[in-house]
């Protein structure tokens, strides 16, 4: 059966056109991934608040992530539909669920792909000359958003190849700058990386690792960006969850070596965690490579924040689209129209634009407000995927076998347990307050964000009922 005959089955007629090989679906995953974004956007942070131990989150939320990625490697074999978590929910579970899922998802992409383009702003600025002041950083990150939105806009072969072009790039500068800082910049031994340094006060260093944790929870998405993209692979129930494995594999590997390269280049763990080096980061890129090698290596970072960009965007604006062609969104005939000469969705992606550029003018108002937005959007992720593994989890619990190219067999219902269970930990783990002394509303941000959305959503479901719009097959999948 080909891929368009399975989508016929499915109830749906692709607009989309299948230009995208299997290497260039693997590279918008790994970029979206983007092991040097996450790592040199919270090292700084994660170090200040764990220690040098914090590393090991990698490997926690690593394997957490990696459960989650089979079972979603047999949710996109079986439904290779644009959009990932929402078709997939409304297979899985029925109208309702799907609508919250692809809602949830679709607010956190959006505060994604600003927390990223926030988190470029300052190489951008420090490239170009300027200091990294708020208004220049937010200034820097939504050209960052539109460079971005004109790369997605091209099409499908151009957008293949810009992701392409930034895993070599990235691959390339993060194994070239981490080999160069251990062979030449290297102040510490491997056993460093089982020192707290006194991170965490004097008590049980624990709470100060789950705080480190941020990191690693922050690297490891991106994978489900190859699902989102279904309609543009050929053989997609084949390509795609191999491609989502591999982005774990490589990303992951690549991000624990440039955070262990940093990591080793510290020269005084002690001024990280007391706060008298606000930036180690910059700090030991500049002491490495001097002025002139420092703004090669900003450049090849801000090539992997670019697109890690471009392929948040690519996601988002597939599942808005998915959401917009079964009317499920307020605006769907907009956001449902399709450029048949760049075969993408105009509005949706100008949607995917707009609102972060928003977001991003909009922390002006907000103290700390890299490590808020990054939070809220790492939350709002990982709900978005464990209502997907939920819904997975009771339909195989009512008989469900997965019917497409891959399977997890007899494993199946223990991953999905094991799968749930770490990302409810991770999420528990994100919300938890952490600053008494702080006003309560800001102590609990992260979790009131969290609460505002899924209210809104609530609200707009029960007032305009547009999970009741599409007749598009639901709830079939124990069926």
């Given at each position: 059966?080909?891929a368009?005959?399975?989508?016929?089955?499915?109830?749906?007629?692709?607009?989309?056109?299948?230009?995208?090989?299997?290497?260039?679906?693997?590279?918008?995953?790994?970029?979206?991934?983007?092991?040097?974004?996450?790592?040199?956007?919270?090292?700084?942070?994660?170090?200040?608040?764990?220690?040098?131990p914090?590393?090991?989150?990698?490997?926690?939320?690593?394997?957490?992530?990696?459960?989650?990625a089979?079972?979603?490697?047999?949710?996109?074999?079986?439904?290779?539909?644009?959009?990932?978590?929402?078709?997939?929910?409304?297979?899985?579970?029925?109208?309702?669920?799907?609508?919250?899922t692809?809602?949830?998802?679709?607010?956190a992409?959006l505060?994604?792909?600003?927390?990223?383009?926030?988190?470029?702003?300052?190489y951008?600025?420090?490239?170009?000359?300027?200091?990294?002041?708020?208004?220049?950083?937010?200034?820097?990150?939504?050209?960052?958003?539109?460079?971005?939105?004109?790369?997605?806009?091209?099409?499908?072969?151009?957008?293949?190849?810009?992701?392409?072009?930034?895993?070599?790039?990235?691959?390339?500068?993060?194994?070239?700058?981490?080999?160069?800082?251990?062979?030449?910049?290297?102040?510490?031994?491997?056993?460093?990386?089982?020192?707290?340094?006194?991170?965490?006060?004097?008590?049980?260093?624990?709470?100060?690792?789950?705080?480190?944790?941020?990191?690693?929870?922050?690297?490891?998405?991106?994978?489900?960006?190859?699902?989102?993209?279904?309609?543009?692979?050929k053989?997609?129930?084949?390509?795609?969850?191999?491609?989502?494995?591999?982005?774990?594999?490589?990303?992951?590997?690549?991000?624990?070596?440039?955070?262990?390269?940093?990591?080793?280049?510290?020269?005084?763990?002690?001024?990280?965690?007391?706060?008298?080096?606000a930036?180690?980061?910059?700090?030991?890129?500049?002491t490495?490579?001097?002025?002139?090698?420092?703004?090669?290596?900003?450049?090849?970072v801000?090539i992997?924040?670019?697109?890690?960009?471009?392929?948040?965007?690519?996601a988002?604006?597939?599942?808005?689209?998915?959401?917009?062609?079964?009317?499920?969104?307020?605006?769907?005939?907009?956001?449902?129209?399709?450029?048949?000469?760049?075969?993408?969705?105009?509005?949706?992606?100008?949607?995917?634009?707009?609102i972060?550029?928003?977001?991003?003018?909009?922390?002006?108002?907000?103290?700390?407000?890299?490590?808020?937005?990054?939070?809220?959007?790492?939350?709002?992720?990982?709900?978005?995927?464990?209502?997907?593994?939920?819904?997975?989890?009771?339909?195989?619990?009512?008989g469900?076998?997965p019917?497409?190219?891959?399977?997890?067999?007899?494993?199946?219902?223990?991953?999905?347990?094991?799968?749930?269970a770490?990302?409810?930990?991770?999420?528990?783990?994100?919300?938890?307050?952490?600053?008494?002394g702080?006003?309560?509303y800001d102590?609990?941000?992260?979790?009131?964000?969290?609460?505002?959305?899924?209210?809104?959503?609530?609200?707009?479901?029960?007032?305009?009922?547009?999970?009741?719009?599409?007749?598009?097959?639901?709830?079939?999948?124990?069926?």
């Amino acid at each position: 059966m080909t891929a368009e005959d399975r989508l016929k089955d499915l109830g749906y007629t692709s607009e989309f056109k299948r230009d995208m090989s299997p290497w260039a679906n693997f590279s918008l995953g790994f970029t979206y991934l983007s092991p040097v974004v996450s790592t040199y956007t919270l090292f700084g942070t994660a170090l200040m608040l764990g220690g040098p131990p914090m590393i090991w989150s990698f490997v926690v939320a690593g394997v957490g992530q990696f459960l989650v990625a089979l079972i979603f490697g047999e949710l996109v074999a079986q439904y290779p539909v644009a959009g990932g978590v929402y078709p997939w929910a409304r297979r899985l579970w029925g109208k309702r669920w799907a609508w919250m899922t692809g809602w949830i998802y679709m607010i956190a992409l959006l505060v994604t792909i600003a927390s990223v383009s926030y988190g470029a702003g300052p190489y951008l600025a420090t490239l170009l000359g300027y200091t990294a002041t708020t208004g220049n950083t937010v200034l820097c990150a939504v050209a960052i958003i539109a460079v971005s939105t004109l790369i997605n806009y091209a099409g499908t072969k151009v957008l293949s190849w810009a992701a392409i072009f930034g895993f070599a790039a990235e691959i390339i500068g993060a194994l070239a700058v981490g080999i160069w800082l251990l062979v030449n910049h290297r102040l510490h031994g491997l056993g460093v990386i089982f020192d707290s340094f006194g991170a965490g006060g004097g008590g049980s260093y624990l709470p100060a690792f789950f705080a480190a944790g941020i990191i690693g929870l922050y690297q490891y998405y991106g994978f489900e960006a190859c699902g989102d993209t279904a309609e543009e692979v050929k053989d997609p129930g084949r390509v795609i969850p191999k491609a989502m494995r591999r982005t774990i594999y490589i990303g992951g590997a690549a991000a624990t070596f440039a955070c262990l390269s940093l990591l080793l280049a510290v020269p005084d763990f002690g001024k990280v965690i007391d706060g008298t080096d606000a930036d180690p980061v910059t700090n030991v890129l500049t002491t490495a490579f001097g002025p002139v090698g420092y703004k090669i290596v900003i450049g090849v970072v801000l090539i992997s924040f670019l697109s890690c960009t471009m392929s948040l965007q690519a996601a988002a604006s597939r599942l808005t689209y998915s959401y917009a062609r079964d009317k499920m969104l307020f605006g769907h005939k907009s956001l449902a129209k399709f450029n048949q000469k760049r075969h993408i969705p105009p509005y949706a992606l100008a949607l995917a634009g707009i609102i972060p550029a928003v977001i991003v003018f909009a922390s002006m108002l907000s103290t700390n407000a890299l490590d808020k937005i990054v939070s809220f959007a790492t939350l709002g992720i990982y709900l978005g995927f464990q209502m997907v593994v939920f819904a997975a989890l009771r339909a195989r619990l009512k008989g469900w076998t997965p019917s497409g190219e891959f399977k997890l067999g007899r494993w199946g219902l223990a991953i999905n347990v094991a799968a749930l269970a770490y990302g409810v930990a991770a999420m528990v783990n994100m919300v938890w307050p952490r600053t008494p002394g702080a006003p309560w509303y800001d102590n609990y941000v992260v979790i009131l964000s969290g609460a505002l959305v899924v209210g809104i959503g609530l609200v707009y479901m029960a007032i305009a009922k547009p999970f009741g719009n599409s007749d598009a097959p639901a709830g079939d999948a124990v069926r």
